[in-house]
């Protein structure tokens, strides 16, 4: 079972490049929208491709999941899994895209008093002469257990992009808040999910 949802979350990348489409349904039935650093996000698409896996993705209001500028993530996913297998199975695929991303990286940020970790990440798509997307990434992993006792892994999570002409302000841009992002969201209560398929 543990060797199923390490791969599955291994196959599994931020919605990030590849559109997605279909009909948006609550599988976490969190109130809308999440308030995260004074913006509203609301839930703009969801799926739940396995029994014990759950994505729903949120953006501000006009922006698009195919080419949002900020957006939240809740996952969760059911099962033998701990927070630390979770971070793994992320790392690796980052450590799998460097190979063929100049910008890929990463930097694991572990909170002792919770258990939680922090997985701050960066990633492009383009070619190695003009990048069409750069995106930051900020993934806050927590031990899970709902109201019928089923165990596994929340994550809450933060997402900015930049495109085109706009990849060095954006960078920049980062330089200067990334620090102040991962602590609001290190802060953040974590919404109260109730998984429903």
């Keep these: 079972m543990k060797q199923i949802l390490l791969l599955l979350l291994v196959c599994i990348l931020t919605s990030s490049f590849s559109p997605k489409k279909g009909q948006v349904k609550d599988y976490l039935n969190i109130p809308g929208p999440i308030n995260f650093n004074d913006t509203d996000f609301v839930l703009a698409w969801s799926s739940n491709p396995t029994t014990t896996y759950f994505k729903q993705e949120y953006v501000p209001s006009g922006e698009v999941v195919e080419k949002y500028n900020q957006m939240v993530l809740v996952e ?6 701990t927070v630390e297998d979770a971070v793994r199975a992320q790392v690796n695929v980052i450590q799998q895209r460097k190979k063929t991303d100049q910008v890929a990286q990463y930097q694991v940020i572990e909170n002792p008093n919770t258990g939680e970790i922090i997985l701050d990440f960066l990633m492009s798509a383009g070619t190695k002469k003009k990048l069409d997307v750069v995106e930051w990434n900020a993934y806050r992993y927590k ?3 709902d109201e019928k006792g089923r165990k596994g892994i929340l994550l809450f999570a933060i997402s900015r992009r930049g495109y085109n002409d706009a990849i ?3 960078l920049k841009g980062l330089k200067d808040e990334r620090i102040n992002m991962i602590n609001l969201l290190g802060a953040y209560e974590m919404p109260t999910v109730k998984v429903s398929q």
């Excluded at 969760?76 to 899994?81: H, I, K, N, T």
Aim: glycine share 8%.
């Design 76 to 81: 969760v996913v059911l099962g033998d899994l």
């Design 168 to 170: 060095a302000p954006f």
């Design 143 to 145: 031990a899970f257990e």
